[in-house]
């Protein structure tokens, strides 16, 4: 019995070793970004050279960077609205359709983020020359939103398959229909996760490049924005500046679903009674639950 808990001591202690070793190696260079954008020189060297906010600075009034962040915004804002609007009615069909084909769907909606950007690039890029709009914003909406809805559709049928199926019959034996079900009982349920699904969604497209790269037409995104000004030594500090408030909006926007998405678990698991008997219908048509 000793030596099987020192195994495990020593195994755990590896397993610990191993994990912080992957974290700094997934996240030291990222840190470094940030650290180098408050360094007073264009170089990202050590040993550092001061603290300076000049490069921050330099991202007002750049007429290029605001028509691609104007770009990213608009482009982001739609895809992710696109995708959320899919993922929910996959997720939900996949879900309550009973149907094999909602069940394809579903499988065939989450693939894209199984194949290589690149050919998700060069495939949409074929695509859209044959359909005749060739490279431009709506060509950019239609990859994002193909690469945007694996999420949607995962966040979606994970809040779907949380609130207790009893709740959806209940509504079903009161004489519901499905469309009345979904609009007035799962959709308001799933609140929080649907915001959840768009704000992921939309810093997927937000921060997509590949696709980006082969369906950009005279409006370049922000990421291929960044990715032209790499070829210039001297802009590598304002990049870099730009990087680091990318990377705390980001962290932020994701910290604020991620909140979102528990917070809806948490409260249909507070909400959702043991027994549960039919509902009754008010005046106003809405729908009411009586524990038992």
């Keep these: 019995m000793n030596a099987a808990r020192v195994d495990a001591k020593q195994g755990g202690g590896w397993l610990g070793a191993y994990v912080l070793a992957y974290l700094i190696f997934l996240y030291l260079p990222i840190l470094l970004i940030p650290l180098f954008s408050f360094n007073d020189s264009i170089q990202a060297a050590f040993p550092l050279q001061g603290f300076t906010l000049e490069w921050y600075g330099t991202l007002y009034g750049n007429s290029a960077l605001s028509g691609a962040l104007a770009t ?43 194949i290589p950007g690149v050919i998700v690039g060069i495939s949409l890029l074929i695509l859209v020359n044959l359909a005749g709009f060739g490279p431009s914003r709506i060509a950019i909406v239609l990859g994002h939103v193909l690469v945007a809805l694996p999420t949607t559709v ?9 609130i207790p ?24 349920l799933s609140l929080p ?14 921060d997509e490049f590949i696709v980006a ?7 370049p995104t922000l990421p291929l924005y960044i990715w032209s000004q790499l070829r210039f030594p001297k802009s590598l500090p304002t990049v870099m500046a730009l990087g680091t408030s990318i990377l705390a909006v980001s962290f932020l926007i ?39």
């Excluded at 995962?154 to 949380?162: D, E, G, K, N, T």
């Excluded at 959806?168 to 799962?186: C, I, K, N, P, Y």
């Excluded at 790269?213 to 409006?219: I, N, P, Q, R, Y």
């Design 154 to 162: 995962v966040v979606m049928r994970s809040r779907f398959a949380a």
């Design 72 to 114: 990213s915004l608009v482009i982001g804002a739609i895809a992710a609205t696109g995708a959320t609007l899919c993922g929910v009615t996959v997720s939900y069909m996949d879900l309550y359709g009973r149907s094999p084909l909602a069940v394809a769907i579903s499988a065939i909606a989450r693939l894209p983020i199984l």
């Design 254 to 292: 994701a910290a604020l679903a991620e909140m979102l998405r528990h917070r809806g678990l948490a409260a249909t698991r507070r909400s959702a009674p043991a027994n549960l008997s039919k509902p009754e219908e008010t005046e106003g048509g809405e729908l009411q639950w009586h524990s038992t």
């Design 165 to 188: 199926k009893t709740i959806r019959e209940a509504a079903l034996d009161l004489g519901a229909s499905d469309w009345t079900t979904f609009r007035r009982v799962m959709l308001p």
């Design 193 to 206: 996760a649907i915001i959840s699904a768009f704000m992921l969604a939309f810093l997927t497209s937000f």
């Design 213 to 219: 790269f082969f369906l950009a037409g005279t409006e």
